[in-house]
């Protein structure tokens, strides 16, 4: 269940800002009391995604081991700045394993719970 939130007082500022960002996106002009408005929503909108986003890193370290979220990050980050995914060997190796058994374990886990 989502929590109800208050409303926020934003410094204006912080308004002028606002506007100034709205009316460059938009090409429209927004008053004070609806950028304060609008600026809560945000705010509050981003506080859910990180209420959510922490659910899910709870739920992920509840059903995954240790290594099963080291070789998860390892692909992840392999394929974000080499460009590929990494092999069975290669992610064996950088959990410590020297069987790749063991990496192909690891991944048929991780593709069970859907990564």
Known sequence: MLKRFAFTEFPEKSLKEFQEIYLKETGQEIGLRDA?????????????FDQVSEQSEERLR???????????????????TEKRT???????????????????????????YGH
Request: proline share 2%; charged share 25%; hydrophobic share 35%.
């Open 36 to 48: 304060n408005q609008l600026a809560n929503d945000l705010y509050h909108l981003f506080d859910v």
């Open 62 to 80: 509840s059903e995954l081991t240790d290594n099963e979220i080291k070789a998860l990050n390892f692909i992840e980050k392999t394929q974000q």
């Open 86 to 112: 990494p092999t069975v060997r290669e992610i064996s190796a950088h959990l410590g394993f020297k069987s790749s058994r063991t990496g192909y374990r690891i991944l048929k886990r991780l593709q069970k």
